[in-house]
Every structure is written in C-alpha cells, then in structure tokens.
C-alpha cells in the first residue's frame, strides 16, 4: 500500500530535517517594528527617484548579468578590498553561510561557531549534513577562549563563523582573540560583519594575511534588506573554488541595478549608520536608568537587555504595538532576554514609553 501524503515526507527526509523548526518571521503588521535589525530610515526623495528610474529602464525580460561584474565593482570601491581579494555574492549572507558549509562538507566534517550566537549557523550545518559544535560564551558574552582553543585542537572543524559584533548579544569580541581562533584553526574560519556599518573595526584589511580567512557581510542592516544582498570577501583562491556551487543568476535584475546605484550613494547610507550610532547611546543610557533592566553594550543596531518575566514584557509591548524580538527560551543564556532594534527617534521614545508602562 502507497504512503499517504502525510506520511510520505516521513519516510523520506532525514531525521535531523524532521526534528528542525522553520525560521519563524512574525507578522509586523500594524506595529513598531524594532524586531529585525532594519534600518528603519526612508532613502531621501531625490535619490528615490533615481532607483525608480533605473528600476524603471532594467531589462527584467533578460536574465541578469551571472557574474555582476558592474556591482562587484561598486563593492569593492566602496569597502577598499586589500590588492588580490575578490567578492563573491549571495542572496542575503544566509546563501553564502549554505555555500560555504555545502564546500567544505566532506564526511564526518564539523562546523563550529560560539553560543548564543546567528542560529542560522547552527541550522544551516543542519541542512548539509555537518556536525554542529558550539563553545559557549562566557558570563559576559566574550570568547571563551581556552574553551575554544581546547574544541578547535579536538574537534578540528573545517568550519569557523564568527559573528563580529555578535548577534543577538550586539558585543564585538576582543580582535586579539579573533586573531588567535584563526591561526590555531586549521580549516576556514569566517568573520561575519554582518553590523560592520556600526561597528569600529573589520577583518577585511586583515584578509591578505591570513590564508584561511574570509569575511561575509550583508547589505542588509545597513538600509537593503528588500534587496537580499550579501558577500563574501576573500582570496581568489578560495573564490573561484566557492564560485562552482553559487547557483546561476542567483542575485536578480533589481537588486544589482538599485544596489548599484544605493552604492553610488554610499555616503547617505553611512550617515543614516551614524544616526543610528547615536541613538543607540541614548537607547542604552535611557534603558540603564530603568530599574530592573540589565542592558548590554552594543556595536551593532540593537540592544540586548534582560528583565524580569521576559515573555510578559514581550507580550505587553505587543499589546502597546510595539514588536521586538523574544529571546527567552531560545538559548539558556538568553534567559529573560529581549532584543530592541534601535528605530528612528519616534519609535524609540514609544518603546521606551510602553516598556515603563509595563514595568
């Protein structure tokens, strides 16, 4: 007797498949929407104007360029690759951590990373068949270093992430100590700059010295997130290897020809970065005056910060239509942690506002 339609997907996808859970994204709907790390800032008029008028010409009847060799450019201009680094592209930086693990994961390979830390490492060692190990943080949410260098000599992972600042904790690890991991690790390590826009620091000047480093950064957090746009900063070596399993046309028509052009106005985006910058020192000193919250420093476009009966809180924001991300039981040293994305002005006073309320 044939399967069911139920009981099909059981018989054939792996176990490790059946036993994940889906990303979950919340509806935003109708609230203030500091839950994603976005840049919650409008482009100006003018400059608007100028994307419609691209997106207006683009030839979305044709395939678009495979290789991006006009946007790739732009790229490297605007982040002064070291002589000799390339970029690779990617669909958000989420298809570059899915390449990256696909290359290097040969049979019984591990990749590691640090916890709490971005779960998509974690879940993406899960879709190609690697075995995950994760060091925990310490207290304070630095490297654990003796940890780490005691797994790495056991473990010998083919793969290291390293989110640099680290999310969802926001905290930049020590340099000194990044520079240990990857002249003790024998395989690749990746450093995920994901919030580079708000950070002080970057590995990209450090990429020539390094043989197995690379670094991956996002458009995302710095005003793209419609657009899906991601990269990967490394040697030719590694990238015309990497190269082979990008799928073909993988980065659209649209997002080339408005990131184009957002990149020709790099400059605006990094003003809004600074923006945030500020607010997110206000955001800090504001909630370090409110009894009963623990908030954490931060180099990236958030704040963590831990209060009593987190999921109540997170509730009774969303009841005052404010949404912000629960981490409560998402990592046992994420207990009683929420995350709030720094907004514009506006919403950051309503946040604040409805968080004194509840508490």
């Known amino acids: 007797m044939s399967a069911t339609s139920a009981q099909l997907p059981k018989a054939l996808l792996r176990e490790e498949i059946l036993a994940l859970h889906a990303y979950h994204v919340p509806n935003s709907t109708g609230y203030i929407k500091l839950d994603a790390m976005e840049n919650p800032y409008l482009l100006p008029q003018a400059l608007r104007a100028e994307i419609a008028e691209v997106v207006a010409s683009a030839a979305i009847n044709r395939y678009p360029d495979p290789s991006a060799s006009s946007l790739k450019k732009k790229i490297r201009d605007v982040t002064n690759l070291p002589q000799g680094i390339d970029v690779l592209l990617g669909n958000g930086s989420d298809e570059i951590i899915q390449l990256l693990a696909m290359a290097v994961s040969k049979s019984g390979a591990t990749l590691m990373s640090v916890e709490p830390s971005f779960v998509m490492y974690k879940m993406i060692a899960t879709f190609t068949g690697m075995r995950y190990v994760g060091v925990p943080l310490t207290a304070d949410y630095a490297l654990d270093m003796p940890q780490i260098l005691m797994t790495i000599q056991r473990e010998q992972p083919a793969l ?34 994901a919030y580079y826009a708000f950070a002080d620091d970057s590995f990209i000047p450090r990429l020539a010295d390094y043989p197995n480093l690379l670094v991956m950064r996002t458009f995302s957090k710095l005003g793209m997130a419609g657009l899906r746009l991601g990269f990967l900063a490394g040697s030719t070596a590694w990238l015309n290897e ?12 649209l997002p080339q020809v408005v990131a184009e052009k957002l990149l020709d ?10 923006k945030i910058k500020q607010d997110r020192t206000k955001l800090f000193q504001q909630l370090s005056m409110v009894l009963g919250v623990q908030v954490y420093p931060s180099a990236a476009n958030f704040l963590l910060f831990r209060v009593a009966n987190a999921t109540d809180v997170f509730n009774g924001l969303k009841q005052r239509g404010v949404l912000i991300k629960n981490l409560n039981s998402g990592h046992p040293m994420l207990r009683d942690c929420l995350r709030v994305t720094i907004g514009t002005a506006a919403e950051n006073e309503q946040f604040m506002t409805a968080l004194k309320e509840i508490l």
């Open 265 to 274: 106005h790099h400059e605006v985006l990094l003003q809004q970065a600074e």
């Open 160 to 193: 290291i992430f390293l989110a640099y600042p680290n999310n969802p904790t926001g905290n930049s690890f020590a340099a000194h100590e990044v520079i240990q991991i990857i002249e003790a690790a024998q395989g690749l390590v990746v450093v995920d700059e």
């Open 242 to 253: 990497l190269e082979k399993l990008r799928l073909p046309y993988n980065v659209g028509v």
